[in-house]
């Protein structure tokens, strides 16, 4: 997975290559502009509330970047990634 926030010169990545696994995520940029998305990162939550602090599924930091910073960042990588992803089917009936 690989974010790039072209304002800030950040980028975000993540070295997991299935949607479940879990991984560290490395920031790259500018001092001030990196605390600012490690912060808001590692304090929020993935998609089904799981803190994500310092690692995360390709999953979780895609619905964090989706939350927090819809239209600030470029996926250039990972977006098949997330094509492959399978929810589990928990017998939930609609």
């Not at 010169?9 to 070295?15: F, K, P, Q, S």
């Not at 690692?55 to 927090?68: I, N, Q, R, S």
Request: aromatic letters at 12%; hydrophobic letters at 35%.
């Amino acid at each position: 997975m690989r974010y790039e926030f072209p304002r800030r010169n950040v980028v975000i990545t993540l070295a997991a290559t299935d949607p479940d696994e879990s991984a560290a995520i490395e920031y790259e940029g500018e001092e001030d502009a990196v605390f600012f998305y490690q912060t808001m990162t590692s304090r929020a939550y993935g998609m089904f509330g799981h803190p994500i602090e310092d690692e995360a599924t390709p999953m979780d930091l895609h619905f964090v970047m989706e939350t927090l910073f819809k239209g600030q960042y470029t996926l250039v990588e990972g977006q098949d990634v997330l094509d492959s992803y399978e929810p589990l089917d928990e017998g939930l009936k609609t």
